[in-house]
């Protein structure tokens, strides 16, 4: 196994706004208790859609955390970032004036899978209406996949080093292990993680065509992963962004180091062909187990994919039997996404924020809506579970074939 690299990548702020909570408080008392959030799809001009069912956050007023110049040239999953910034960055202790004295130590990297989908659409419903005068100039940068990134540098002006990762879902951890790839190259601080908002019409269309989307319509048995009745997964928006730093920054200034990011693995197996994302899966797991210089027994708790689709669950089931060994069918697996819904890019870096909680409380969240798993895996349901936590595993696979394993460990662990 690797050496840990001598400047350790850590986390020292959480920041989301997710279908169960708008707030890290609110959002692990929900997915602690189990709440699950999953409701029929109000927003307007869905309804006529076979697509029913999604987590969708409610409790969010963006001109209450995103200034009004900000706010007419970004669409909503980027309101949702640059909330989830500001929130990690208060968590992390980072003030204004201490960024900027240092701007080029601080940068920032984000994935997302669909982009501003809410905003092109009412734009080039301006255009076939109205004509081409009638669209606005920032429909040139709002939906594209990057603004997030974008707005959330110059809004606070960071000038460290910044990117965008286009890995669909598993894209979320691929942001965090870029963010500990900075660190681990000088830089001081990240601000990593994803949001997604593909609850518009016109996204939702263009989300029909995955053959993996539950259309059921009851919220309950919409989306039950590893169970006989699984049938797809349920869309969600929102998402989470953590402050990245390097431990000694971290350890300088006082600020308390809330996990590590110990190690990464990723591989491509290929759009929908779930049962060779076993094997790739399983060495994106070695992958990460070995940087991190983990053996598979360290592991305490596995934070699952959770696809929904049964070659896809068996898929992941037999994956982590295959890294883990003996052990992974002991390990606890949790999957707590299926309360609020699986958020495309957003969806692994919420369960990051949900296993840095995990670690730090001891306890590891239930998997709403699944009491019934036919695979070979201790899934925590029902209710919440008391552990000794030092170290957790988060996956995360795509539609488009990408798979990401990440190994996180408690305060001061090894480095990735």
Not at 352 to 378: K, Q, R, S
Request: glycine share 12%; proline share 6%.
């Amino acid at each position: 196994m690797s050496e840990p690299h001598p400047r350790r990548a850590a986390i020292t702020g959480i920041g989301l706004v997710a279908p169960n909570g708008t707030s890290t408080e609110t959002f692990w008392k929900s997915t602690r208790e189990g709440i699950s959030v999953l409701d029929r799809i109000t927003r307007e001009g869905c309804g006529h859609l076979p697509l029913r069912v999604a987590g969708e956050v409610r409790d969010f007023d963006p001109p209450t955390v995103v200034e009004e110049r900000y706010l007419v040239q970004t669409d909503r999953f980027t309101h949702f970032a640059m909330a989830a910034a500001d929130q990690a960055l208060d968590d992390a202790g980072l003030d204004r004036a201490e960024t900027d004295a240092a701007p080029f130590s601080v940068g920032v990297v984000t994935a997302a899978g669909s982009g501003g989908g809410e905003f092109g659409q009412r734009e080039l419903q301006q255009l076939w209406d109205k004509g081409s005068r009638f669209v606005g100039p920032y429909q040139s940068i709002a939906w594209f996949y990057a603004a997030s990134t974008g707005q959330i540098s110059i809004r606070r002006g960071f000038k460290g080093p910044c990117g965008v990762v286009a890995a669909d879902e598993a894209g979320g951890l691929d942001a965090l292990a870029h963010a500990a790839r900075a660190v681990r190259r000088g830089t001081d601080v990240i601000v990593a993680g994803a949001t997604e908002a593909p609850l518009a019409p016109y996204s939702m269309v263009c989300q029909l065509g995955y053959e993996e989307l539950s259309l059921v319509d009851d919220p309950e048995r919409a989306y039950r992963p590893f169970t006989a009745s699984a049938c797809g997964f349920v869309p969600a928006e929102g998402g989470a962004m953590l402050v990245v730093e390097a431990e000694t920054s971290a350890r300088r200034r006082g600020a308390p180091v809330r996990a590590t990011l110990a190690g990464h693995g990723a591989t491509f197996t290929g759009a929908s062909r779930w049962e060779q994302s076993r094997e790739g899966l399983a060495q994106a797991i070695r992958g990460a187990l070995d940087e991190a210089g983990c053996a598979p027994e360290e592991i305490d708790v596995v934070f699952a994919d959770a696809l929904g689709v049964p070659e896809a669950d068996r898929a992941e089931a037999l994956a982590i039997a295959d890294a883990l060994g003996a052990h992974g069918r002991r390990v606890p697996v949790t999957a707590p996404k299926t309360a609020f819904g699986r958020g495309y890019s957003a969806a692994p870096v919420l369960d990051v924020a949900a296993a840095v909680l995990a670690l730090e409380h001891g306890l590891i969240p239930p998997t709403p809506n699944v009491f019934d798993a036919c695979h070979d895996l201790d899934l925590v349901t029902s209710r919440a579970r008391a552990a000794e936590l030092g170290t957790a595993l988060v996956l995360s696979r795509g539609l488009m074939g990408s798979n990401s394993a990440l190994v996180l460990r408690l305060g001061a662990g090894d480095a990735s």
